[in-house]
Nanobody, 114 residues
Framework: QVQLVESGGGLVQAGGSLRLSCAAS????????MGWYRQSPGRQRELVAR???????NYADSVQGRFIISRDNTKNTVYLQMTRLKPEDTAIYYC????????WGQGTQVTVSS
């Protein structure tokens, strides 16, 4: 069974930084893509960033140049370094993983105050 454990959310002022982490525990391999989605009240869940097992990345336009996704395959962990945060980045951030199926974390709250 795949379990995703997220950490690193919190409250930060606009212009600040946060780093999210998501560790996957599983006895099923391989893990293909990993990534982050977010959802704010009244809006649909949206892609933030994804990374393949080979390190290919893609980002939402709204975070391009501010967020960096990275991955440690030896630890089955994906990271999201968020910089120059804006109030509109406020959301619940969900870790996502693609292996034999798709899996989601429980979500971690990120709040950016103006």
């Amino acid at each position: 069974q795949v379990q995703l454990v997220e950490s690193g959310g919190g409250l930060v002022q606009a212009g600040g930084s946060l780093r999210l982490s998501c560790a996957a525990s599983s006895d099923f391999f391989p893990i293909n893509k990993m990534g982050w989605y977010r959802q704010s009240p009244g809006r649909q869940r949206e892609l933030v960033a994804r990374i393949t097992d080979r390190g290919t990345t893609n980002y939402a336009d709204s975070v391009q140049g501010r967020f960096i996704i990275s991955r440690d395959n030896t630890k089955n962990t994906v990271y999201l370094q968020m910089t120059r945060l804006k109030p509109e980045d406020t959301a619940i951030y969900y870790c996502w993983l693609e292996s034999n199926s798709e899996y989601w974390g429980q979500g971690t709250q990120v709040t950016v105050s103006s």
